[in-house]
């Protein structure tokens, strides 16, 4: 039979599922640690050999070998814009969506101690942005001399001011800075567009950042690395809500991705208003977005998690007031492989999960704003409005092995505690059990129909 097989050389763990696409059925999955300190390809055999013993017996042709990365910290990059609120912003939501981790955002002209940062900082992609078209050109300009004359010689992808593109390729070509230049992240005030300026960091991505990440052992065996894990997931969440020409999506939906550093959440939807007599206020939101909170997670960020949250909102979770609340986070962050044992230690990670879904999606949606006028109370939203988002999907270690995946994920919707932040008001939640949005999001680059199919199978309803 003809199959693909889809890898995830994720940070912890290398997954990999076999997809038999005639019979639209995962064959097999299997997983094992990631070695990418020594070489990749040692992590990647156990589990081969783990999937192909469970596949013994088949005649399986495996037509496409596709992969997906985070490993050695996954893609790493800053941004720099212009105006805080406004280049730079939209700046880190490209990063962002096309899968990055963005360790820092700058705006206005780099200073020589900001370059120096960014120098003896551990990137693997600039994004350089700046200016409406037809705005201002000095900051970029300014920026990408700073770049050229302290030595960095990182890939740049250059998204700002069309009118200053051609004296930064200029500064660039002299300085033998590999670059990309592609449309304005925000042509227009308020205007965002991401995607030319994610598709270039992909890209790069795919041709250069891979073998830097020891991943070159990998290419003889598979077919490429397509894209960053993170935009794996997105790319998965979009086309099983936009659908196909063939396949009906499921419409607006949000996915909480619950890990050991963050928790990260995709948003599919417009975010436009749905109540009457709200005005949108702020910088456009993409349609595809994501979010990373670094401070939550629950091993490695516990301690940040309890930071974020205090002592009574984790209790609020929690419902037992004998459990000291520092001290199991500060033993789950020295512990980071810790496997909850007991009902204690289980409660306690979900308790743990529902507070990291909470805040996620309080940072992640948009909220109300009331302003008082000579014409009365005026409302405005900042932000995505997700309150009539159909589906939540859950997918990490805490909501996969729970009994109480659903509680988990209801507490990052709708509170009428807190009617200001516009989270999901009455969404069904689903869970990926077996793991497969990262691969998803691999077949739907080939076979969009076939994922959208197999996703509708293998999603269960908690």
């Known amino acids: ?148 004359e302290h030595g960095i010689k990182l890939p740049v992808v250059v998204a700002g001011n069309k009118v200053a593109t051609d004296e930064v390729a200029e500064i660039f070509d002299k300085a033998g800075i590999l670059y990309r230049i592609t449309e304005n992240v925000m042509p227009k005030l308020n205007t965002l567009n991401v995607e030319p300026a ?113 002592t009574r909102k984790v209790q609020k979770y929690l419902c037992d007031d004998s459990v000291d609340i520092e001290a199991s986070c500060r033993h789950r962050s020295a512990n980071i492989t810790m496997v909850p044992q007991t009902e204690e230690e289980i409660k306690f990670d979900e308790a743990m999960g529902k507070v990291a879904t909470d805040l996620a999606m309080e940072r992640h949606v948009g909220y109300i704003e009331s302003m008082y006028t000579p014409m009365g109370v005026v409302y405005s939203q900042i932000g995505k409005d997700l309150l009539r988002t159909k589906y939540m999907i859950g997918t990490g270690g805490v909501l996969v092995h729970s009994k109480n995946a659903a509680g988990i994920l209801k507490a990052g919707a709708f509170d009428m505690a807190d009617p200001t932040h516009l989270k999901p008001e009455n969404p069904d939640f689903y869970l990926d059990k077996t793991y497969i949005l990262s691969a998803m999001g691999l077949l739907a680059e080939k076979e969009p129909d076939i994922a959208i199919r197999i996703m509708k199978k293998y999603l269960v309803k908690v």
């Open 1 to 148: 039979m003809n199959a693909y097989l889809l890898l995830d050389f994720g940070s912890t763990y290398t997954k990999l599922t076999a997809i038999d696409i005639e019979n639209e059925e995962i064959l097999a999955t299997a997983k094992d640690i990631t070695t990418v300190e020594s070489d990749i390809m040692i992590g990647f055999n156990k589990a081969y050999d783990n999937l192909m013993s469970q596949l013994e017996g088949k005649e399986v042709n495996f037509i496409e070998k596709l992969a997906c990365s985070s490993a050695a910290g996954g893609l790493k990059m800053i941004a720099i814009g212009l105006v805080p609120e406004l280049t730079a912003e939209a700046a880190k939501r490209a990063a962002l969506g096309a899968g990055a981790r963005v360790l820092n955002v700058y705006s206005y002209d780099l200073t020589s101690r900001e370059v120096e940062e960014i120098k003896n900082s551990n990137l693997d992609i600039i994004l350089l942005a700046g200016g409406t078209d037809g705005g201002n050109k000095e900051c970029m300009i300014h920026n990408a001399k700073m770049i050229a």
């Open 198 to 310: 994610r598709e270039e960091i992909r890209q790069i991505f795919m041709k250069r950042i891979v073998e830097a990440k020891g991943m070159k052992n990998a290419e003889g065996f598979i077919n490429g690395i397509l894209m960053p894990t993170p935009a794996a997931v997105l790319k998965a969440a979009r086309v099983l809500a936009e659908g196909t020409d063939k396949e009906d999506g499921l419409g607006d939906i949000v996915v909480v991705d619950i890990g050991g550093a963050t928790t990260d959440i995709h948003s599919i939807s417009d975010g436009e208003p749905t109540k009457p007599g709200v005005t949108l206020r702020g910088l456009q939101e993409p349609f595809a977005k994501r979010t990373v909170e670094g401070d939550l997670g629950m091993r490695y960020s516990a301690v940040s998690l309890w930071e974020a949250a205090g």
